[in-house]
């Protein structure tokens, strides 16, 4: 094991010298290195702060179990939901939960089709991520409805009551888009994971290990005619997830965009709401990278190169956002429609002015901080700042949710949203299942996809050993990482 | 992790394997170059039932083995192509129609008259007709590739040898089968030598 997994010393790999690659993988040489490093987070007992973490995850679901059930059994009244404000932190939430998951595929789908190999360090977790992320959102616009056995009249399903939902609503898309998503995120997921379950199957010690990880593994071994049909069906499968994403919070978009609301009827929000998706959902990558990488000493596959790259990521989408905002206030002042130019106005000076205020200083002005490397390349500072970018997207929701609800045509009809314990207990309890099935993840499963990381080590490539071919590599691109391979096995 | 000694193990198949029927021949390489070499000779000589057994995939290996381009994207594109339909005849059948038919019980369409707007609104429906022909699509790609994979399958011979182990980790193997007309034991075995391999055994099929 490496010096700098250990401690708080962080190697920079963010330089990269011109006609060359900085390296991804940090003080391994060896693809079992790159194994160890991983496998030995499942198979090894976890750190104390995971078992804390775990205790307080768990606490925070059973109360989400709790309200839910309350709310189930009284009735969404239980909610601060009023004549006026008739979606509040439900739809919140299942919009925050939503764009969180959208960093994920897009790390493991776009930046795929775009050959960025700095995704493998990061891509197992953020597609984690998403998985959690989505089983989150799923959980809202189920409870919402109110009476939740009811809930399968959503889905086409032949009936003899002869009834079927209302194909041109938006709210129907929704419920298409985000089940697709989810499958098609847990497929990817599940796929992209099958080489390295075999591998924690081929080291597993014990019998109920070899048993577990050798039936989720489906007897993969690694076999090149197997990988031929496995990357084209991956590549195929990233380039499915691409539109798909964007896909999905464009028609979450919809729920708003379709309707009449002042403050929601706008046809920015389709890509607006993309961009927030992307940069609420990079930013909970950083915030669950950053500890995890220190609490797993996985320093040398998530390097500070990865951190640094995702650091700006967040930068750009933050401007695209913050240009979202002030386009939209441009264009309730150039419509000329009194509701809408009402609308912003109320937003920002209205009752809600807070939420406004707290919206925008986290998500445009402190991202902008990210400008300079010292930031980005500080871990204390991306992680304060990722979360402040995680309480602005919620309140990017929040205000244009319910801002827009409480305050709308007629003044006599308007009404403040305050929120119930109940409100508050299942927001907060929606972190504890997002964090307790992540939690899990990082106990049982693979956290690193390390078959790709292993894949773009400059060892990988099978021209390495004669550089002076016509189709090799330069030579002076990578020897800076690779050292004369010695004949004897050192394992 | 079970310690080698490559001196005295290094091109002598096990003496105590005559009982079990044979799988095949494996050989153990330490470098994506040397089993990239190694896999042209193999394919050279003409067999046909051999695989390489590699820890990620290695690029140009599937050219240097031979291997024609799968289909998968083909059966792919008609999989999305039955979604788009799919999407569209649902939504078609049961907003705008008023007619039965059978679906497990017998169903009828409903016209939906939604503010006036044409019953066939095609672009109301394109983004469910969108979802099903991606999730078509991505179903179909996973299901088979793991079909044409021949997975899920537990049971392999290769699964049982504790060598192989390493295949998942850092070892890369070429394995030429029994069944392969060109097999056989002696020869395979002294072709094998030729390839360079750290350790050459035999796979029995258990």
Redo the contacts between chains.
Sequence with gaps: MSNSSKGFIETDNTQQPTGSRAPLVLNMH???EV?HQVCRIAENRPPMAWYIAFVICLGMMGFLGFCVTYLIFTGVGVWGLNNPVMWAYDITNFVFWVGIGHAGTLISAILFLFRQKWRTGINRFAEAMTIFAVVCAGLFPGIHVGRVWLAYWLF?I???M???????S?L??DV??VS?YF??SL??WY?GMI?DL??L???AKGRFQQFAY??AS????????????????YL??AA??T??VL?VHS?VS?DFAVSQVPGWHTTIFPPYFVAGAIFSGFAMVVSLAVPARQLFGLKDLITMRHLDNMNKIILLTGCMVGYAYSMEFFIAWYSGAMYEKFAFVNRAFGQYWWAYWIMVSCNVITPQLFWFKAVRTSIPLMFILSIFVNVGMWFERFVIIVTSLANDFLPSSWDQFVPTWVDIGTMVGAFGLFGTLFLLFCRYLPMIAI??V??VMP????????AGDDHGIPSGAVPALREP?SSE?S? | ?TT?S?QTQASSPSPKSSLLPLYGMMAEF???????EA?KKVNAAGYRFW????????????KA?G?K??I??LL?FGAGMTGTIIGFC??AF??ASSFSVW???W????P?L?SG?PLM?VP??I??I???T??L???S??G???L??G??????P??SNNR???????RFFIVIESRDPKFLRSKTEAFMKTLGAKHIEVVEDR
Aim: net charge neutral.
């Design positions: 060896k693809f079992g194994t086409p032949p009936n003899s002869e009834m079927w939902p209302q194909f041109r938006p129907l898309w298409f888009a697709t499958t098609v497929v990817f796929v080489p075999a591998t199957r081929d080291r050798g039936l489906i007897g993969w071994r690694g076999s090149m005619r197997h990988w031929h049909r496995y990357e084209v069906a195929l499968l499915l997830a539109p798909l896909s028609v919809f078959a790709e292993k894949a060892e990988a490539n099978p021209h390495a050993g004669h391979r096995d394992l | 992790m080698f490559p330490e470098t994506p170059a040397q089993i990239m896999a695989d390489c057994h590699v820890p990620f995939p290695v690029h140009g290996l599937d083995m291997i381009r799968t998968l994207p792919v649902l939504q049961a907003n679906a497990l019980v169903v009828t369409g409903y939906f939604i707007k609104s109301a429906w983004p469910i969108f979802e099903l991606i999730l699509s991505a179903l790609a996973v088979l590739m793991f044409m994979n997975l899920p399958w537990l049971s392999h290769l699964l192989f182990r390493r295949a998942t980790d850092d």
